[in-house]
C-alpha cells in the first residue's frame, strides 16, 4: 500500500514482494487463480497518485507475466 508513511514501498519492491506471495501460493496450488487488486487512490492519497499509478502498473506487468495471475 502506498499511504504516504515512510514504511510505503517503492513501486519496484511492491511487485517484487507480490512475485513473492504469488509464487507461494502457486507452489501450494498450481491451479487456482490468483486475484491482485490496484491500489486505490483515495483523496487523502491524492499527492501520491504517481508513485500509487507507477505501483499499480508494476502489478499489472507481473499478472501479465504469470499465467493464472488476475490484475
Known amino acids: 500500500d502506498i499511504t504516504g508513511s515512510v514504511s510505503d514501498k517503492e513501486p519496484s519492491e511492491i511487485?517484487?514482494?507480490?512475485?513473492?506471495v504469488i509464487e507461494n501460493l502457486k507452489a501450494r496450488n498450481p491451479t487456482a487463480p490468483v486475484v491482485v487488486l490496484s491500489i486505490t487512490a483515495t483523496p487523502s492519497r491524492f499527492t501520491h497518485w504517481g508513485r500509487i499509478k507507477s505501483a499499480n502498473k508494476a502489478l499489472g506487468s507481473l499478472a501479465d507475466e504469470i499465467p493464472g495471475v488476475y490484475f
Do not use: D, G, M
Not at 511487485?15 to 513473492?20: E, Y
Open 15 to 20: 511487485k517484487r514482494l507480490a512475485r513473492i
